[in-house]
C-alpha cells in the first residue's frame, strides 16, 4: 500500500485535526496503533509540525469525512496528477580525474591475475570500455610500454567487495561451462604484480658471493675478479722485486777516501 508524503507528520496532523481512530490513522500512515496513541500522548514526535494531507491533495474532505462517520473504514490515498518520478538508470561507474590515469594498470592486473573475467565485468568494475581492454589485452594500447600490472583496489578504482563478486560470479559461470579455472598466486597488496622481493633483489646480475667468505665479488664480461689471497701474493712480489733493483748502500766507506789528496808544498 502507498503511503502519504511524510508519514509521521501526516499522523501528527491528523491527530491534532481530525477524530479519526489510532487504527485508522496507523492504516494510513503505515505505522503501529501504539506510536499514534505516543504522538497523542506527546511522548513521539513532539518537535515535528504536522502536515496536511488535504493541502498537499494526498487526501480529499470527502474522504475524510466519510472515515471520521464509520470507524472501521479505511482512509483511501488520493492519486494525484502529477507524474511519478522515474528512477534513473544506473550508469557506468565514475572515475577521479586524478584515478583515471591509474586505469590501464588496474585493467592490466585484473587481466594477469583474474582471466575468468569477462570484458563487460571489468567495464562495469573499473567504468572502462572493451577498445581499451582489448588494447591493453594486445599490447596495442598507446601507453602499452607503460602500463605496469598494479592492483586496483590499493588504486581506489573499485572495491574489494565488488572485485570479489565480480570474481565469484566469473569463477561460477567457468565451472558450469565446464572451463578449469586456476587460482592466481596472491599478489602482496602493497606491492605492483610482478615485482621481485627479498634481499636477492637489490643484487646486481653481475655480482656473485664468495663461498667461504661470503664477500660480493664483482665480474666484469664473466671473468671472476682477484680475491683477497690473490692480491697480497702480488703486492709481495712487487715489494720483493723494488727493494732487488735498488742500489744497495756502501759499507764502511771512509769519508777521508772520497777527499782528493792534498799535493806536498814543494809541488805548489
Not at 565451472?175 to 621481485?196: I, K
Request: charged content about 25%; overall charge negative; glycine content about 8%.
Amino acid at each position: 500500500m502507498a503511503l502519504p508524503l511524510m508519514p509521521k507528520a501526516t499522523a501528527v496532523w491528523l491527530v491534532e485535526n481530525t477524530a479519526l481512530t489510532f487504527e485508522q490513522i496507523a492504516a494510513f500512515c503505515g505505522m503501529h496503533e501504539l506510536e499514534v496513541q505516543a504522538i497523542a500522548d506527546g511522548e513521539v514526535a513532539v518537535g515535528i509540525t504536522g502536515l496536511d494531507p488535504l493541502a498537499n491533495g494526498q487526501l480529499s474532505q470527502a474522504e475524510l469525512d466519510r472515515c471520521q462517520k464509520d470507524p472501521d473504514a479505511r482512509l483511501r490515498l488520493h492519486r494525484g496528477d502529477n507524474p511519478v518520478p522515474q528512477s534513473r538508470q544506473k550508469g557506468a561507474r565514475y572515475t577521479p580525474v586524478s584515478k583515471r590515469h591509474d586505469r590501464p594498470d588496474g585493467i592490466a592486473w585484473l587481466i594477469k591475475n583474474h582471466p575468468e573475467l569477462s570484458d563487460a565485468q571489468i567495464c562495469k568494475l573499473l567504468g572502462t570500455t572493451k577498445p581499451t581492454i582489448q588494447g591493453i589485452r594486445d599490447r596495442t594500447h598507446w601507453n602499452a610500454p607503460n602500463i605496469k600490472p598494479r592492483n586496483p583496489v590499493i588504486l581506489g578504482l573499485c572495491s574489494e567487495a565488488d572485485m570479489e563478486k565480480a570474481i565469484v560470479i566469473a569463477r561460477g559461470r567457468a565451472q558450469r561451462a565446464g572451463v578449469v579455472v586456476e587460482a592466481a598466486d596472491p599478489v602482496d597488496a602493497g606491492s605492483d604484480a610482478g615485482s621481485d622481493s627479498g634481499p636477492e633483489a637489490g643484487m646486481d646480475a653481475g655480482t656473485e658471493v664468495a663461498p667461504d667468505a661470503g664477500i660480493e665479488v664483482e665480474t666484469v664480461a664473466g671473468v671472476p675478479a682477484e680475491t683477497d689471497d690473490e692480491t697480497e701474493t702480488e703486492t709481495e712480489t712487487e715489494t720483493e722485486t723494488a727493494e732487488t733493483a735498488a742500489p744497495a748502500p756502501a759499507e764502511h766507506e771512509d769519508p777521508d777516501a772520497q777527499m782528493p789528496a792534498t799535493p806536498p808544498d814543494d809541488q805548489r
